[in-house]
């Protein structure tokens, strides 16, 4: 089945640093891709549209400025998560659908990110 | 605003049992419904997908049923196994690639 990669699969970083999450498509091309946060006990929360060769799409509430999202190639988006701190610890999981398979949705493994 | 519930929230069941998971969404114009499953800790596996124009799709021990009209869907898995213990998400596309996930059901299989 189709693949899609995320690195790296858990991060520790220090309060101020900035972390750049990977999400890479490896079985098909994907124009689109998107990006969720994860908080304990609770569903997917989408924070943006990852959007190939143009600017990101932010859902309500999410600080673009914050979480910069670059989709520089159609196999490869990445999430930065900037001036890190503490309530920016989470689980994050990236997905891109294969629109030439029904728009089946694909995940990555996910990034654990805590802050300290 | 398309709204996903998924009942129960939580299930324990001996292994060997057949049982059905449910998910429930308000708006019925859906381009597709996916289950997945969740492990501790880790990202999502696509289960099965069931384009809005089909009624069930079947991957084994799964098998997915969707009545777009009623706005519900479950997910049937017969003959369970420790192995199927997870949390199980179902989450609706409304055509723009876009999921609206369910809340989620979280299933213990007791050996």
């Known amino acids: 089945g189709a693949v899609v990669s995320q690195h790296p699969s858990w991060v520790i970083c220090k309060s101020g640093t900035s972390v750049k999450i990977e999400c890479r498509s490896l079985d098909f091309q994907a124009t689109t891709m998107f990006w969720y946060r994860q908080f304990p006990k609770q569903s997917l929360m989408l924070m943006a549209t990852s959007n190939e060769g143009s600017k990101a799409t932010y859902e309500q509430g999410v600080e673009k400025d914050k979480f910069l999202i670059n989709h520089a190639s159609l196999t490869l988006s990445t999430l930065t998560v900037t001036s890190a701190h503490p309530e920016d610890s989470s689980f994050y999981i990236c997905?891109?659908?294969?629109?030439?398979?029904?728009?089946?949705?694909?995940f990555g493994q996910g990034t654990r990110l805590t802050v300290v | 605003k398309q709204e996903v519930t998924q009942i129960p929230a939580a299930l324990s069941v001996p292994e060997g049992e057949n049982l059905v998971l449910n998910c429930s969404f308000t708006d019925s114009a859906i381009y597709n419904l996916q289950w997945f499953r969740q492990d501790p800790g880790k990202g999502l596996t696509s289960l099965l997908l069931?384009?809005?124009?089909?009624r069930e799709q079947t991957s084994g021990r799964l098998n997915a049923s969707l009545d777009k009209s009623s706005g519900r869907s479950t997910l049937y898995i017969a003959a369970s196994q420790p192995g199927d213990s997870a949390t199980y998400l179902c989450a609706v596309s409304g055509g723009n690639e876009k999921l609206t996930f369910g809340t989620g059901t979280r299933l213990t299989i007791i050996p």
């Open positions: 997905s891109a659908p294969w629109v030439g398979h029904n728009t089946e949705a694909f």
């Open positions: 069931i384009q809005s124009s089909q």
